[in-house]
């Protein structure tokens, strides 16, 4: 089967598609990356998201725009990934302008039925809705894909994600999807991103190749005072976003951050990723635990560097080590998810998420679905 899986972030800087190979292999995939490109968002779609998104106060109006706005976009980058391929089905994750776990309530915006206008194909969509309707948080969702693709019997390993938001997913040896444990850590890209934003005057949306950051030095007690956040002291299963680490988060440590070059201050936020995330790491996995890092801050080095050194006896690499784009990770596995939704097997985890039960996640936009599905049944009889 040949999917489009495509995702866009907390980052808000585009849309990710990933064309990608899947083959059923067991109850696990053969997946590969055949193409991936990231469709950047215009200046009218990140006004238009930034004006919708906390803290600020979205109309129903706006929304409906902007539904069908990133539509367009959504169809954009699918067709860019697929270029002259056939593919069979899409999967999108969709942006998502509004998430509260605690609350079960979660939205997504991205018209899937534009989609399957402009690609011709079935869309699977919305993939959050329903671990929500099972008491869960809805999310986070990759971790079902990061058990199947690297689950080991020789060893526990971790897979952590840093896009906007930072998130890891702990995998012992031997373990089945439903074993794993998951969770945000904490900001990823985010923060760094709205800083640099800020001390530019727009002229940088983020520090690129973490240079500022890498020139920097961090400030501890600034750092400290972040990480006295009580979001880093909850037990997990829980979730963020934007509602908590955005640009108000920034704000709140306006006293501190006003006081450091933006070299620093990029230090300074990058440090509180890595703390973060290696405390997380620290507190729920196997000390020999291995370490597989994708998202878009696996390309930062200031990122990937402090989490190095607060993770000394522990191997930290790209997933690329695995076979695994890290920059690609993330859209490939919704390309997944999305065959699960039309296979009808349940791809939450409820431990990691909070759902009493596991759930088939997302909606199908059908376009010829009788054939698709023809097609995915013979594919897994075989």
Do not use: W
């Not at 399957?116 to 329903?130: E, K, L, M, N, P």
């Not at 727009?202 to 400290?224: C, F, I, M, S, W």
């Amino acid at each position: 089967m040949i999917a489009v899986g495509l995702m866009s972030g907390t980052s808000l800087d585009g849309v990710d598609a990933a064309l990608v190979r899947i083959v059923p292999r067991g109850r696990s995939y053969e997946v590969d990356v055949l193409d991936f490109q990231t469709t950047p968002y215009g200046e009218d779609e990140r006004n238009a998201l930034h004006e919708a998104l906390p803290p600020n106060e979205g109309s129903t109006r706006a929304v409906a725009r902007l539904h069908r706005m990133l539509g367009k976009t959504f169809a954009k980058a699918a067709l860019a990934a697929a270029g002259e391929t056939a593919v069979d089905f899409v999967a999108s994750h969709g942006q998502t302008i509004y998430h509260d776990g605690d609350a079960h309530t979660t939205l997504q915006v991205g018209d899937p039925f534009v989609i399957r206008q402009a690609i011709g194909r079935t869309v699977c969509y919305d993939f959050r809705s329903a671990d929500c309707a099972a008491g869960g948080q809805g999310a986070p969702l990759v971790p079902y894909v990061d058990a199947l693709l690297l689950a080991s019997d020789a060893e526990d390993r971790v897979a952590v994600n840093i896009g906007g938001i930072a998130n890891l997913t702990v995998i012992p040896r031997r373990s089945a999807p439903q074993d794993v444990i998951a969770y945000d850590s904490g900001p990823g890209n985010m923060l760094i991103d709205a800083f640099v934003f800020r001390r530019t005057n727009g002229r940088e949306h983020y520090d690129r190749d973490g240079k500022a950051a890498l020139r920097g030095t961090v400030n501890q007690p600034v750092l400290e005072a972040m990480l006295a956040d009580p979001y880093f002291a909850l037990a997990p299963p829980k979730t963020t976003g934007r509602e908590r680490f955005g640009t108000q988060f920034l704000d709140e440590h306006e006293a501190g951050l006003a006081a450091l070059s933006l070299e620093d201050g990029a230090a300074t936020l990058s440090a509180l990723t890595g703390a973060a995330l290696a405390s997380a790491i620290n507190a729920s996995a196997a000390r020999a635990a291995r370490v597989f890092v994708s998202g878009g801050g696996a390309r930062n080095p200031a990122i990937v560097r402090e989490l190095q050194q607060r993770l000394p006896d522990r191997r930290v690499e790209s997933s690329d080590v695995m076979n695994i784009r890290a920059d690609a990770k993330e859209a490939a596995a919704f390309a997944i998810l999305g065959y699960e939704t039309l296979r009808g097997r349940a791809a939450n985890v409820p431990r990691s998420t909070g759902a009493t039960e596991p759930a088939v996640l997302g909606a199908i936009a059908p376009h010829d679905l009788s054939a698709l599905l023809e097609k995915l049944r013979a594919e897994c009889r075989g």
